[in-house]
C-alpha cells in the first residue's frame, strides 16, 4: 500500500474529531447522572425536612431515599473516569490513533449511563417525595381529609385506631407496610441506573486503535 493510501485511510478511520464524540460520552456521563442524583436529592430531601417537623423520629428512617439517589452520581464518576482513560492521545508526529469506532462506542456508553441514571434520580425522587410524606402523615396522625361538613362530602371515612379499622391497620402498621412498599420501589428504580451501568461497562470495552502510517502492518 502507498503511503499516500495508508495517510488517507487513517485520515478516514481516525478523523482528528474523533476524540470529541469519546469526551462527549465522558461529559454526558458525568453531567447527566450528577443531574439524575441532584433532582432525586432535592425531591425527596425537601420531602423529609418537611416530615421532620412533625416526626423528627422519622428523619434517620426516611434518609434512604436521599442515599440511594447519592449513590447514582457514583455510577456516573465510575464511566466517566473509565472513559477519560481510554481517549488516546494523538502520537508524537500528529497522528491520531483515536477512531470513530472508538468515540461512538465511548459515547453510547456515557448516554447509557447518564441516561439512565438521570431517569432512575427522578424516579426516586419522586417515589421518595410520596412515600416520606406518607410515613410522616401516618406516624404524625395528620387528618388528610376534612372532618366538617360540607368539606367532608365525598370523603372516605378513614378509620384512625386499630379497634376501628376492621381489616385496616394503622398505627406503627401502618408505618411499617408504608415504608416497605416504599422501599421496593426505591430499589427497581435504582436498578434502572445499574443496568444503564453495566451495560456502558461493557460497551466502553469495544475499542479500535488506528495504526500509524509508519507501522509495517498496513
Not at 386499630?162 to 421496593?184: C, H, P, R
Request: hydrophobic share 45%.
Amino acid at each position: 500500500m502507498s503511503s499516500a493510501g495508508e495517510v488517507e485511510k487513517v485520515t478516514v478511520l481516525c478523523p482528528s474529531w474523533a476524540s470529541w464524540l469519546g469526551y462527549m460520552g465522558v461529559s454526558c456521563a458525568v453531567v447527566l447522572s450528577n443531574w439524575g442524583s441532584a433532582w432525586g436529592t432535592w425531591k425527596a430531601g425537601v420531602s423529609l425536612v418537611h416530615t421532620g417537623i412533625r416526626y423528627p423520629k422519622s428523619v434517620m428512617k426516611n434518609v434512604i431515599p436521599i442515599v440511594m439517589a447519592g449513590v447514582i452520581g457514583i455510577y456516573g464518576l465510575i464511566v466517566g473516569v473509565i472513559l477519560a482513560q481510554a481517549i488516546a492521545k494523538p502520537d508524537l508526529q500528529r497522528n491520531n490513533v483515536y477512531s470513530i469506532y472508538s468515540g461512538m462506542a465511548h459515547l453510547c456508553a456515557g448516554l447509557c449511563c447518564g441516561i439512565s441514571g438521570l431517569v432512575a434520580g427522578g424516579c426516586i425522587g419522586i417515589v421518595g417525595d410520596y412515600g416520606v410524606r406518607a410515613v410522616g402523615y401516618r406516624a404524625s396522625a395528620i387528618t388528610l381529609f376534612p372532618t366538617s361538613q360540607p368539606e367532608a362530602e365525598g370523603y372516605s371515612n378513614v378509620p384512625e385506631h386499630e379497634d376501628n379499622a376492621g381489616d385496616d391497620v394503622s398505627g406503627s402498621d401502618d408505618q411499617n407496610k408504608l415504608f416497605v412498599g416504599m422501599l421496593i420501589m426505591l430499589i427497581f428504580s435504582e436498578a434502572l441506573a445499574l443496568y444503564g451501568l453495566i451495560i456502558a461497562l461493557i460497551v466502553s470495552q469495544h475499542d479500535y486503535e488506528c495504526p500509524t502510517p509508519a507501522d509495517p502492518n498496513l
